[in-house]
């Protein structure tokens, strides 16, 4: 039963480039979130889709940053334009519904570690 | 959400128990309690959640104090792999938007 999958594990991009970040949810989850973890601080939660629609974007910064979720296929965290603040790890977890809702809890991929030269 | 206190961080002795306090003073009734816990460069690893009753599982036990203002977390046997920070985050039931508030956590290092 695999967990939240999620690629590459490791992206470096230059300055100006765009990066792409993906994100399987668990089997039978329909409910994606996404988590930034600055170096030496905590995660943050971005934003938060189910299939075809975003339900809460509170954390995402307003300009650069935009994510999907599809009907077929992962979920996908876009950065255009990157700079050198984007350096992180992106942390994507799944539930099966929306967490909270019937106690579900959400599970977490093993992220993405972003550099930016 | 309610906020949550957690020490900065514990030592823990390899074989004993390790304790995790966390207080949630402002927490709502309908609120659960949540435990996570990050091992360097890995995600998030759910552990146990409750609302009022303890709770365990094979990884932990979960005791919340009657008034629910505090709650600790336990390790019964812990391990060098236990080392790790260890989140408590408060939430509400149906919330609309889903999400986790990570604090900062307590750093418990597990000692041979």
């Known amino acids: 039963n695999a967990g939240v999958m999620q690629n590459p594990r490791h992206l470096v991009r230059r300055r100006g480039q765009e990066a792409r970040l993906r994100c399987s949810p668990m089997k039978g989850h329909s409910h994606v979130y996404w988590y930034r973890q600055l170096p030496e601080e905590g995660l943050k939660f971005m934003v938060y889709l189910q299939k075809e629609n975003i339900i809460d974007e509170s954390g995402m910064p307003k300009e650069r940053f935009s994510a999907e979720f599809p009907k077929e296929g992962p979920s996908i965290l876009r950065i255009q334009q990157v700079v050198r603040g984007d350096s992180a790890a992106y942390f994507c977890?799944?539930?099966?519904?929306?967490?909270?809702?019937?106690?579900?809890?959400?599970?977490f991929g093993d992220g993405t570690r972003l550099s930016i030269l | 959400d309610a906020k949550t206190t957690q020490p900065t961080s514990m030592d823990c002795a390899e074989g004993r128990a390790a304790n995790l306090p966390c207080n949630h003073s402002?927490?709502?009734?309908?609120?659960?309690v949540y435990w996570y816990r990050q091992i360097h460069s890995q995600g998030p690893q759910y552990i146990i959640h409750g609302l009022k009753n303890n709770e365990t599982n094979e990884m932990a036990s979960l005791i919340i104090t009657e008034d629910r203002k505090s709650s600790t977390l336990i390790l019964p046997h812990a391990t060098l792999r236990d080392t790790a920070v260890y989140y408590c985050?408060?939430?509400?039931?149906?919330?609309?938007?889903?999400?986790?508030?990570f604090g900062q956590g307590t750093e418990l290092s597990v000692k041979p």
């Open positions: 977890a799944s539930s099966p519904r929306r967490s909270g809702r019937d106690n579900q809890p959400q599970h």
């Open positions: 402002t927490i709502s009734g309908n609120e659960y």
């Open positions: 985050i408060v939430r509400v039931e149906g919330n609309q938007g889903g999400k986790l508030i």
